[in-house]
């Protein structure tokens, strides 16, 4: 009885509530609202663009790919080392994927000739000693029954040749 007698215990409170405190917020708003002064924030002038005058015919353009091979060139006369990479060599399939994409599976001998097995995405190439694999100019340098050596060429942060070794390690069969 205590129990279905309390919801309405409730519903009789909010009934003696009523609306005589929201009269009086509400005239306080507008009086609030009238009073406030409406202050706007002048938006600053743009700034004036100057436009750049490219005189194309006396400059060299910027665009212009030979623009970066002079500068190559001139990286490469002052290079300290003398290692550089045979630009004009004729390039293998395995060099345009990188070498994290090239997976040994295998090997195969031939009496005095060792070939490593490499595997990318679904097609296996057979390589060999003095072949170049990845995107960094490698040179496989060495194969063993469970790995391939490389010795890659490539830029440091000051523009020079250098050697960085790697190796692809044989992958145990995925069943």
């Known amino acids: 009885m ?35 002064p409406v202050s706007i924030q002048k938006i600053p002038e743009p700034k004036t663009f100057v436009p750049f005058a490219y005189g194309g015919r006396d400059e060299v353009d910027p665009y212009n790919p030979a623009k970066l ?16 990479p045979d630009i004009n060599r004729r390039r293998e399939p395995l060099e345009n994927f990188p070498l994290d994409n090239l997976v040994m ?14 595997r990318v995405d679904r097609t296996v190439f057979q390589v060999k000693v003095g072949n170049y694999v990845g995107q ?21 942060a000051a523009g020079e040749w250098t050697e960085r070794k790697a190796k692809l390690e044989l992958q145990e069969s995925q069943r």
């Open 69 to 84: 091979q002079t500068a190559f060139d001139k990286l490469n006369a002052t290079a300290k080392s003398g290692l550089q």
């Open 105 to 118: 599976v295998g090997t195969l001998e031939r009496p005095g000739l060792t070939y490593a097995l490499l």
């Open 136 to 156: 960094n100019h490698g040179l496989v340098t060495r194969i063993t029954d469970s790995d391939v050596e490389v010795r890659e060429i490539v830029r440091d």
């Open 2 to 36: 205590i129990l279905r007698s309390a919801p309405l215990l409730f519903v009789a409170a909010l009934a003696g509530c009523g609306d005589s405190g929201v009269g009086e917020v509400k005239q306080w708003m507008e009086e609030v609202k009238r009073q406030t």
